[in-house]
């Protein structure tokens, strides 16, 4: 979400030159503002903008594959807010949540 999208593609570029072979890529990436995935549009743009990390470039978790797909990756898994607290929290929460950061796991093709 930092990195302008030429510059995730050139590192997903430079990472297959370096590596070459197929490997396995984890990062996160953000829901754009207006997604309805994402509750915390203006706070957590002010708040970014306020502390020097402006939003350069988002994407919708449904579009992630056919992204991956153009940079020479697959997915392989995308968690949200959701998918992780199911998994992980056994007790039931009481506070809001952030929702619209998620986690991919992604392969890199040889």
């Known amino acids: 979400m930092y990195l302008s999208e030429n510059d995730i593609r050139v590192l997903f570029e430079s990472m297959a ?16 503002p207006q997604s309805d995935k994402n509750n915390m549009r203006r706070l957590l743009s002010f708040y970014l903008k306020a502390v020097g990390e402006p939003l350069n470039f988002t994407l919708g978790s449904q579009d992630m594959s056919s ?16 998918k992780m607290v199911d998994e992980f929290i056994k007790q039931p929460l009481n506070q809001l949540l952030h929702h ?11």
Do not use: H, M, R, W
């Open 17 to 32: 030159k370096l590596t070459q072979q197929a490997c396995l890529f984890c990062f996160t990436s953000l829901e754009p």
């Open 100 to 110: 619209g950061e998620y986690v991919v796991l992604s392969k890199l093709k040889d």
């Open 67 to 82: 992204f991956l797909a153009s940079v020479n990756a697959e997915l392989i898994s995308i968690s949200d807010t959701n």
